[in-house]
């Protein structure tokens, strides 16, 4: 069976106030250098004309673009469209990964990776110890059964109208102590140089605070 790997382009926008997205224009660019396969391999979706035509320019497919959102997405689509790209997308494609555009993937997508992700019919995120929204976005797995706690999550009440939490929010409280909900040593997070050692031969993406942080790595 067969994962499609999702990414995604939108503006700026939080509480209807649209802020510069320039570090993120900058981010995607030096992805796709670093990950040049990522123009290939992901199947991208935009919230307007604008964000479309920038990948289009970097090379990527563009699938959709949402710019017929509901009007609750647009208005926060920094927390929410992110959110909203998932849900439509394993809607059409049944199973599919998101992957952010501030990673590395060291090694391609195999089947020891796929059949992992689809023992269980559970979300698989990635992991981050004592992260503050519990569970973190950055490359995560999603099937059709989780539609219904999907479309459930967009309607929750949580602090600050971020995706991560409107995850949270529906998952069971415990979900850090259950492992079928990570994807564990298959993605690790790097935000300082010390994690580097926590990157092992099942590693597929590294989560970086910046891509910088590759240049003495050597894996």
Sequence with gaps: MKIT???????????????SCKKTLEEVHNSLQINPHYRKQLVCYADCTETSDFLKKEGCYVHKVFDDAPADIIFDTKHKMKHWIMYNAVKEFKNVLWIDWDTYNRKPIDEPFINYCLAT???KFTWIKNYWATVNCAVYYLNESSLELMKKSFSAKVSEPNDELLWTSVLPPDVRKQKEYWLNSFVVNIWDEIEFQDVTS??????????????????
Excluded at 5 to 19: A, F, M, P, R
Excluded at 202 to 219: A, D, V, W
Aim: charged share 20%; proline share 6%.
């Design 121 to 123: 019919p559970n979300p």
């Design 5 to 19: 790997c999702i990414s995604g382009l939108y503006k700026n926008i939080c509480g209807g106030i649209k802020k």
């Design 202 to 219: 099942e590693t597929y993406f590294l989560h970086l605070k910046n891509f910088s942080m590759l240049k003495n790595y050597r894996g």
